[in-house]
């Protein structure tokens, strides 16, 4: 074997040649050679020069590892910032907190496939959480860059990213602009202020919409659910609110409207209970007398279907008693905003939330 400085060693015995390792000395020779003092003195090569590299623009330098690991980037911020995390990465090592800030990423899948069946599509959610489109993407259906790595599923996931991805919640807020939705509740909400006398004409102002595209969403089973938003915007604004009947023709419009809604048995704002959720409407109040047992019972904690005068006496006589809102829809099956709204009616005025008999209170 041959120990000129700066030479490589090629390794003699006949078991290595057969190698295909470039002929270089094995392991177990060189040892035994070193040992011998065979090798002599060797001269360190020079360092082989590596091809300039380039992160490519589209990417942010010093933001993470990704450019100076896989580019191989080695601009001032990309190094600066890479030995920063080293040095912070050993620190917290040795002080026994070093924390990845990964999580599995098995129940982000899970939610986001949960979102997709509900109506919000990746896209939508990478948009409502503030990440990349790419990285929920990969979530679902892996890495999509060819390679050896096509189709991989990552097993974890940043924590900011699952913490903003979980955020997410399906309700018909975050649904797109042209998701189509149940109608019932738009059309509740439309027939409420209509019985409430404010004409057709005058909500599909309010929109934005002609009338005749307005009728045509009146009888559609589904609506959009920008439509659906609108409509509920609306309604908050206006539901308690009287329709102007400073002219003539302002008159004649609230007229009719009322007319119109008493006609078909459409029922004002403080008639449901539950707009969104009920199945049926309330039971109409016919005779406009109230069964006093019935709201008896309802104040006793009982389960009472009652009627809308029914529902007011039972809010006025538990607001007597100094009761809060929310006590008060909880003893009688009803909504915060029911009360609410039937306090506002009725001109009762808000307690302070220390002069309330609470649930805990005597």
């Known amino acids: 074997m041959s120990t000129t400085p700066g030479i490589k060693l090629v390794c003699t015995h006949p078991g290595c040649r057969k190698r295909s390792v470039a002929r270089r000395l094995c392991h177990a020779h060189y040892q035994a050679a070193w040992k011998a003092g065979e090798l002599g003195q060797h001269v360190k090569l020079p360092p082989r020069e590596k091809a300039p590299t380039r992160c490519p623009e589209s990417h942010k330098h010093a933001a993470a590892s990704t450019c100076f690991i896989q580019h191989q980037c080695r601009c001032t911020p990309c190094v600066e910032a890479h030995n920063a995390r080293e040095r912070n990465r050993k620190?917290?090592?040795?002080?026994?907190?070093?924390?990845?800030?990964?999580?599995?990423?098995?129940?982000?899948?899970?939610?986001?496939?949960?979102?997709?069946?509900?109506?919000?599509?990746?896209?939508?959610?990478a948009?409502?959480?503030?990440?990349?489109?790419?990285?929920?993407?990969?979530?679902?259906?892996?890495?999509?860059?060819?390679?050896?790595?096509?189709?991989?599923?990552?097993?974890?996931?940043?924590?900011?990213?699952?913490?903003?991805?979980?955020?997410?919640?399906?309700?018909?807020?975050n649904l797109g602009a042209r998701q189509p939705v149940p109608a019932r509740s738009t059309h509740r909400r439309v027939q409420a202020l209509v019985a409430r006398g404010?004409?057709?004409?005058?909500?599909?102002?309010e929109l934005g919409w002609t009338v005749a595209n307005f009728h045509a969403m009146m009888h559609r089973d589904t609506v959009g659910a920008a439509t659906h938003r609108a409509v509920a915007e609306l309604y908050e604004r206006l539901w308690d609110v009287e329709p102007p009947r400073a002219t003539h023709r302002d008159k004649i419009a609230y007229t009719r409207a009322l007319g119109f809604a008493k006609q078909r048995r459409w029922l004002p704002p403080l008639a449901w209970d539950d707009i969104d959720q009920d199945e049926e409407p309330p039971v109409p109040d016919e005779e406009g007398g109230i069964d006093e047992m019935a709201v008896e019972l309802a104040i006793a904690g009982d389960v009472v279907r009652l009627t809308p005068e029914e529902r007011r006496e039972a809010v006025r006589r538990l607001h007597a008693s100094r009761w809060s809102d929310k006590r008060i829809a909880e003893t009688i099956r009803c909504s915060d905003k029911t009360v609410l709204r039937i306090r506002d009616e009725l001109g009762l005025e808000a307690f302070d939330q220390n002069e309330l008999r609470n649930r805990g209170a005597a």
Do not use: C, N
């Open 198 to 205: 404010w004409s057709i004409s005058k909500v599909a102002r």
């Open 127 to 173: 948009e409502l959480a503030g990440v990349g489109v790419t990285g929920v993407r990969t979530l679902i259906w892996g890495r999509q860059d060819p390679g050896d790595r096509y189709g991989e599923i990552p097993k974890r996931v940043t924590r900011e990213k699952a913490e903003k991805i979980l955020a997410v919640q399906p309700t018909i807020e």
């Open 91 to 125: 620190k917290q090592k040795a002080y026994g907190r070093f924390d990845t800030g990964l999580v599995d990423a098995d129940p982000v899948r899970e939610h986001v496939l949960a979102l997709g069946e509900f109506g919000i599509g990746y896209k939508r959610v």
